[in-house]
C-alpha cells in the first residue's frame, strides 16, 4: 500500500478504536499479497486491504467517471482470537442509516451500517454487523469480498476485495501481535 493511504488507515483505525490508538502510530509489518498487517510500536495490529475493483450504479447502470478507487477494508482481532471487529472505509460519503452487504463468495451475506459521528456529516466508514468465527473460516477460504452501500446520492457503490493472501495475514496477525 503506498505511504499516502497511512494516513486515511490511521484515522478510521483511530475513529473505531479509540481507546487503543490515542498517540499510536502504525506502520506495516508485513504484507501478503492484497492484504497487509499494520502494528503499532505496543503491538496493536489490525488487516487492512484496498479493494481491487469499485463501481457505482445508478439504476442499473455503472456510472463511468465517479472517481472512486480509494475503499479499504480492516480487520481487527482481540488477544484470545473470539472477537472480531472489521470496518469499511469507503472514498464516497455513504447514506446513513442504511443497512448494505458485505458478501464473501456468494456464501454468506452478512450486514454492514454506515456510521457517523453527527447526522451533518458525511460519514464514509461503515461496520460489518456480526462477525463470527465461522465468517472468519469462509473468508480464510475464500477468494472475494464484495461490499455494496448505497451512496448519499442514491447511487448503489459496489467494490470488491481479494482474499489472496488473506489467510497468511491472518496468521501472521495471531502469531506476531497476540
Not at 484515522?11 to 492484497?34: M, N, T, W
Request: aromatic letters at 14%.
Amino acid at each position: 500500500m503506498k505511504l499516502k493511504f497511512f494516513p486515511i488507515i490511521l484515522s478510521l483505525f483511530i475513529c473505531f478504536f479509540a481507546q487503543y490508538a490515542i498517540g499510536q502510530d502504525f506502520f506495516v509489518k508485513k504484507k501478503y499479497r492484497d492484504w497487509a498487517v499494520y502494528s503499532s510500536v505496543s503491538s496493536e495490529c489490525f488487516l487492512a486491504s484496498k479493494a481491487k475493483r469499485t463501481a457505482s450504479y445508478f439504476n442499473s447502470r455503472e456510472v463511468l467517471g465517479k472517481n472512486r478507487q480509494n475503499s479499504f477494508i480492516y480487520l481487527s482481532v482481540d488477544k484470545n482470537n473470539t472477537e472480531y471487529s472489521m470496518s469499511y472505509f469507503s472514498d464516497y460519503p455513504l447514506k446513513l442509516n442504511i443497512t448494505g452487504s458485505m458478501n464473501i463468495d456468494n456464501r454468506k451475506v452478512l450486514g454492514l451500517m454506515a456510521l457517523s459521528s453527527n447526522q451533518n456529516s458525511r460519514s464514509k466508514h461503515a461496520i460489518i454487523n456480526g462477525l463470527m468465527k465461522d465468517d472468519i473460516s469462509l473468508l480464510l477460504g475464500g477468494n472475494r469480498l464484495t461490499i455494496e452501500l448505497q451512496g448519499i446520492d442514491g447511487s448503489m457503490l459496489v467494490d470488491q476485495f481479494s482474499l489472496m493472501g488473506f489467510t497468511k495475514s491472518f496468521n501472521y496477525l495471531l502469531s506476531s501481535c497476540n
